[in-house]
């Protein structure tokens, strides 16, 4: 037996699904396959516990109050501040923003940096960003002449570097790509990205949203002016999501929005803003969420993520073995090393047909464009199925999954 094989037996999964609760339930009378984990992961007790002890024993509003509970809210808010830098290999918690989703921390950074931007001034993005990486900078082209230029992605979803390479010039000032594809799984070479955007003076910004689930994202290492990542994909809750900023961008850019707790002063005349990087945090902020988000962070720590990414690719190895079976099935994304994504369209089988057939079956599989028309459009499809998977899932699911797909297939073709 080889190492790579050794790892993946003693991976012990009904350990790790016996933390999550919805995972013992049924679905239309069979047990749950939750293959659906790209779009938001299920979520464990260690973090359910940590919402709903902030709710039961120890809520305030952060920052402002001088009693006990407000202090103990505080404290444990900015300790998760604390672990998110931890989490990135941030040089100081002070370059970690709370957003309340990745969503939001990319429009911060499009509209502050996007200040500083003028007409002609150009971003790049690639063919297969999600629409958060996408809408943010088409404001920026709308209301301020922006241009967007774009990287080409190759039948095996990769990003064509000589022509990211060939796209600079004097005027362009950001890059803003994704870090792991949630379509088609690529991992795209971050290192070579920032070394190529800072040769020419461009900021670069990536969307880690998927990244940082499945692998140890360094942001010191990557040399990146940004990244983001959301909580709800990490196993945490909804509502918290994480900027980071490399430097001093914080101090250098605008905010984002004002309010509360984002000022030093406000007077009749002028407003003094806070330092960062709670100058970018207006408002009451997602307490519990954020909360939860540093149990996440704790849960996935206490995991041994190499071998949570061994058992996750010999998961998608056997299912697109079974998918590979398939007469008249088209994958996307072959890239070398890609994530633990099967996205496909089958021929003569609409995605949403098949999708809607193998929930009756258990089975939970996303199906659509996935937010991301700029892709579609380069596959020349409408959308597709995708099945994606986290540490919790098992090689059983993995055959109910197949099952389950060739009995939709049976009503469809």
Not at 34 to 49: F, H, T
Not at 316 to 337: P, S, T, V
């Amino acid at each position: 037996m080889t190492a790579l094989a050794e790892s993946v037996a003693a991976f012990d999964v009904e350990t790790l699904r016996a933390q999550f609760p919805i995972l013992s339930r049924q679905v239309n009378g069979h047990p749950l396959v939750y293959l659906d984990n790209a779009a938001s992961a299920q979520k464990p007790e260690a973090v359910i516990d940590a919402v709903a002890n902030v709710w039961r024993t120890s809520y305030a509003n952060v920052h402002r109050g001088l009693h006990t509970l407000a202090n103990e809210a505080t404290e444990a808010f900015e300790a998760a501040r604390g672990k998110v830098a931890d989490f990135l290999n941030a040089p100081s918690a002070d370059q970690i923003v709370f957003t309340k989703s990745a969503t939001e921390a990319i429009n911060l950074v499009a509209s502050s940096f996007g200040a500083t931007l003028k007409e002609g001034d150009e971003v790049i993005l690639s063919q297969m960003e999600h629409h958060s990486n996408i809408v943010p900078w088409h404001f920026l082209r709308e209301r301020k002449g922006v241009v967007i230029k774009w990287i080409p992605v190759d039948d095996d979803g990769a990003l064509d570097m000589d022509a990211y390479q060939a796209l600079f010039t004097e005027r362009t000032k950001m890059v803003s790509l994704v870090h792991m594809s949630n379509v088609l799984g690529t991992v795209n070479p971050a290192r070579a990205l920032v070394r190529i955007a800072h040769a020419h003076g461009a900021a670069i910004l990536f969307d880690g949203t998927q990244a940082a689930v499945h692998m140890p994202v360094d942001v010191a290492d990557l040399g990146c002016d940004f990244y983001i990542f959301t909580g709800h994909k990490l196993y945490g809750p909804n509502g918290a999501g994480a900027l980071y900023a490399a430097g001093d961008w914080l101090d250098r850019l605008q905010p984002y929005q004002g309010g509360g707790e984002m000022i030093a002063e406000v007077s009749e005349d002028g407003v003094v803003y806070a330092d960062a990087p709670h100058k970018f945090e207006a408002g009451t902020p997602a307490i519990a969420d954020v909360i939860g988000l540093g149990a996440a962070i704790d849960w996935v720590n206490g995991l041994d993520r190499v071998a949570a990414l061994e058992h996750e690719r010999a998961l998608l190895d056997r299912a697109e073995a079974g998918l590979a079976e398939i007469r008249g099935l088209r994958l996307f994304g072959r890239a070398q090393d890609k994530g633990a994504i099967a996205s496909f369209l089958i021929e003569g089988a609409h995605p949403h047909d098949l999708a809607q057939l193998m929930d009756k079956y258990g089975v939970a599989v996303r199906a659509g464009h996935h937010c991301a028309h700029p892709l579609m459009k380069r596959y020349g499809v409408p959308g597709t199925v995708r099945a994606s998977f986290a540490p919790y899932n098992s090689f059983d699911e993995v055959d109910a999954f197949l099952k389950a797909l060739h009995k939709a297939m049976s009503f469809l073709i």
